[in-house]
């Protein structure tokens, strides 16, 4: 029973913590809370449903061309509004508000473009699952769990591994002096949102496997992300990831201990304590910024 | 021969500001280190010394702003390290800043209000219910306010927005505010750096005057030296933290502590 | 004509509900996304008060108002020690916590049902029935609401509102308690949004957790922001303009459902567009966009 429980925390959890890991990577060279993130991974699920199906190229490859549709969405985000906004002289808080009106646009044409209908990617038929140690899984439910920790994986190696992770890492926190001593800075956003936006991209392919498409899934997504970054820290990785996983686990936990109907009011009550008490979260190693 | 410790250990309520075996760190380095002093009252006290002393911490430390590691403050016998900066400034102790903070879109004659107003017109009910506009207290602020302008010579830039003054005189409305407040004692963080020389002697006026007119205390940080010799009632040299220099200008003057401190 | 008077109250409505956002977003500099569950606590308790109590104009109006203030003043806490994007993500957490009490509580809310048959009040014993019956009622709600936020912004308070605006720390230097006036500003700016609530759920009768959602929350700072922070008037031109506007498209013949979503992407669109071109939106006098001093 408890490898059951074992199995669909992480399954949840992992989707959960590609979003927040993305939303995360952008954060910490952006910095700034970039809500069109669940935009990004609704649009990326949506493209690759339709690469899938309408233009018939089959499930593998069209999530995998979604998740660089999304990739390429996040880049133009940057490129076209963000930046701008920037030279303009924008602050965290102006670039949220660009980011929560993108987000309400980018939903919006989703609901224009393919209806608010639930699609669906799942299978018609029912296979027959797998079974490991009394956890029951099927095929789908461990290829979204496979991608999710392959994709954490190559993120952890590309950041901590390569000449070009440890750059993108050690990016000053402060974009605007970055600016001033070099055009390096920008390069390196257009390489956070990419990155994160890809990792939106695979986590929304993942998700469209397993449940339907519609066009609030983005916030769906989002909202558990943003939770499991103030849980776990904004400005690290791990927390971030971390944070994802936890919160799949606690929801899996939370369904079969109690009534499922307060979980979310426990989960946002709980991420309001952790700002108030400690708003660098568990793992973030930054001090917290704007206090009273 | 009292000192400071002993000063700080009796209860002597008479005294305004007393400051006892203050330190702060900052990652290790001792921004403020053993630092004592009983502030004479209704004169001018100047702190000097290199950057780095430690003298805008102190300032910190002493209107709530950062908590101290050790030691204690104490206004009027009353404890200030546990209190926020908004109790301790109603306390009667006001302070300006270094880096001059304004309410830039507010006009000279709003930032001047917020510092004359009575405390019970800005609460929301009276606010909402007050229909007095023309009330009594509502007058003596407004006079107040334009008599202060008028002692600083700011009354023709009452209605111009305080972003739009120039530096020099963003410090005197700052001087102005701290003044407005009714404050007791006021803490005043470089009132004339970067000040062109016309206006320092006005700011040189009102703050004697603040002290020998009106009884009040003044605290100040400089490095303009002669300003400092031509105000001071009593200087503070202070260096790496800690106090290593108290007396008269005269006095100071005479011991080289003041230059050996600026030329390490 | 009967359309027509529609959208006056519904523009009417949202007057009050953006001039209460301005109220702690223009003047205070206080940024909340959970306004549109605080529009949802005062058209809830509104709601339970006439049905459940069968309570008249005065009970239901002031429990509203009363409710929605106290829960304003809870959400006004977070914004004691956290700022500018923090407090938007405090403010986000609290909104989906109000929306989950109103979709999950079903023994008071009724839930994803929500409530229905919401009578229209009695006031002296008169019961606006049509439209131009509860349009008449909402014009002096409107007065009010407006004028009460312009003595506020108008009177020491409201200066000490600005300032906190300005420079936080430089009016706590001045002895200003900070903490008390944000916790004032939300809970009269909640207050005021509230009646709104009640007043949009005695219109349409029937209301349910849809309409308070986070969303919501963000076309409302849509409303202000465009409309112009920091000048009453501009709340007032976002939300004639923003409410009406879309409205248009019905005589275009466009579908209902699609122009419910042309009407949310018209504010996101105008709202980047501000951000990025026009900060101070329509005709406000505070933008955003300035850097404020730590």
């Not at chain 1, 993120?155 to 970055?178: Q, Y």
């Not at chain 2, 004339?192 to 009884?215: S, T, Y």
């Not at chain 3, 000490?160 to 900070?178: C, F, H, M, P």
């Amino acid at each position: 029973m408890y490898f059951q429980l074992l199995a669909n925390g992480i399954i949840a959890g992992s989707t959960y913590a590609l979003v927040a890991l993305g939303f995360a990577v952008i954060y910490r060279t952006a910095r700034f809370f970039h809500f069109a993130h669940g935009a990004v991974y609704a649009v990326a699920a949506y493209a690759g449903y339709s690469f899938a199906t309408d233009f018939g190229l089959g499930k593998p490859v069209g999530l995998t061309f979604g998740a660089v549709i999304g990739a390429l969405l996040g880049v133009l985000l940057q490129v076209a509004v963000y930046a701008p906004i920037r030279r303009r002289g924008g602050t965290e808080l102006t670039l949220l508000l660009a980011s929560l009106g993108l987000y309400v646009i980018l939903q919006n044409a989703i609901s224009l473009t393919w209806g608010d209908d639930v699609r669906t990617l799942r299978a018609s038929e029912v296979v027959p699952g797998h079974q490991l140690w009394g956890a029951y899984f099927t095929n789908v439910q461990l290829i979204i769990a496979t991608t999710s920790f392959a994709a954490m994986t190559t993120l952890w190696l590309v950041l901590w591994k390569t000449r070009f992770g440890k750059a993108m890492r050690a990016t000053p926190s402060n974009v605007e002096l970055a600016r001033i001593s070099g055009i390096r800075a920008d390069r390196y956003l257009i390489y956070a949102f990419a990155i994160g936006s890809l990792l939106a991209g695979i986590a929304g392919g993942l998700i469209s496997l397993d449940r339907g498409l519609s066009p609030t899934m983005g916030l769906n997504a989002l909202l558990p992300a943003v939770v499991a970054v103030v849980i776990g820290g904004a400005g690290s990785f791990v927390g971030a990831a971390l944070g994802g996983l936890c919160l799949g686990f606690a929801e899996t936990i939370g369904i079969w201990l109690f009534s499922s109907r307060w979980f979310d009011a426990v989960i946002y009550a709980v991420a309001i304590g952790f700002l108030l008490v400690r708003p660098h979260g568990l793992w973030g190693g930054e001090p917290p910024r704007a206090q009273a | 021969m009292l000192n400071d410790q002993s000063l700080c250990a009796d209860a002597m309520p008479q005294r305004l500001l007393r400051v006892c075996d203050l330190s702060k760190r900052f990652d290790g380095t001792c921004a403020v280190d053993g630092f004592s002093v009983t502030v004479p009252e209704r004169q001018v006290t100047s702190i000097v010394g290199p950057n780095g002393a430690g003298k805008t911490t102190l300032f910190n430390i002493i209107s709530g702003f950062l908590r101290p590691d050790a030691g204690a403050v104490f206004f009027r016998a009353e404890p200030l390290t546990n209190l926020a900066t908004w109790e301790i400034a109603q306390l009667g102790l006001s302070r300006t800043f270094q880096n001059i903070r304004i309410f830039g879109g507010m006009t000279v004659l709003e930032n001047m209000l917020l510092s004359t107003e009575n405390k019970m017109a800005e609460r929301f009910l009276h606010s909402l219910l007050s229909f007095r506009s023309g009330s009594p207290e509502q007058r003596r602020t407004a006079e107040k306010a334009t008599a202060i302008l008028e002692l600083v010579g700011l009354t023709d830039k009452r209605h111009v927005p305080a972003g739009d003054l120039s530096y020099g005189q963003q410090k005197l409305l700052n001087l102005a505010c701290a003044v407005g407040t009714d404050a007791s004692l006021l803490l005043l963080d470089e009132p004339v750096a970067g000040v062109q020389q016309d206006m320092i002697r006005r700011i040189e006026d009102v703050v004697r005057d603040l002290a020998h007119d009106h009884g009040k205390t003044i605290l100040l940080i400089e490095h303009d030296l002669e300003f400092v010799m031509r105000i001071s009632d009593t200087v503070i040299v202070m260096d790496l933290g800690k106090k290593i220099f108290e007396g008269s200008v005269s006095d100071m003057a005479a011991s080289g502590r003041v230059l050996e401190a600026y030329l390490n | 004509m009967d359309y027509l008077l529609h959208i006056l109250i519904v523009v009417h409505v949202y007057i009050i509900v953006a001039v209460s956002l301005n109220l702690l977003v223009g003047y205070t500099g206080l940024v909340s996304v959970a306004h549109a569950g605080l529009y949802g606590v005062g058209a809830y308790a509104g709601a339970l008060l006439s049905t459940w109590y069968g309570g008249g104009f005065a009970v239901g109006f002031l429990g509203a108002i009363a409710v929605a203030a106290a829960v304003g003043a809870l959400v006004g806490m977070l914004a004691v020690r956290l700022r500018d994007d923090l407090l938007v993500i405090a403010t986000l957490c609290a909104q989906m916590l109000l929306y989950s009490v109103f979709n999950n509580w079903i023994e008071v809310t009724n839930g994803p049902l929500g409530v229905a048959g919401i009578p229209r009040p009695t006031l002296f014993g008169w019961k606006p029935s049509s439209n131009l019956e509860f349009f008449l009622l909402t014009v002096p709600c409107v007065a009010i609401a407006c004028w009460v936020v312009l003595r506020l912004v108008q009177s020491p308070f409201g200066r000490v509102l600005r300032s906190i605006r300005e420079d936080e720390l430089y009016a706590q230097a001045l002895g200003k308690n900070t903490p008390y006036y944000k916790v004032a500003a939300f809970l009269s700016s909640a207050g005021l949004v509230g009646a709104a609530g009640y007043l949009y759920a005695h219109y349409v009768r029937f209301i349910d957790p849809t309409s308070f959602t986070f969303m919501e929350s963000i076309l409302m700072l849509s409303i202000v922001i465009i409309g112009g922070a920091g000048r009453l008037f501009g709340s007032v031109v976002g939300a004639v303009i923003l409410v009406s506007a879309p409205e248009l498209l019905r005589f275009l013949d466009v579908p209902s459902g699609i122009a419910a979503n042309i009407r949310q992407v018209l504010y996101g669109a105008l709202l980047v567009l501000v951000v990025l071109f026009r900060p101070l939106g329509i005709c406000g006098t505070y933008t955003l966009s300035r850097r404020r001093a730590t």
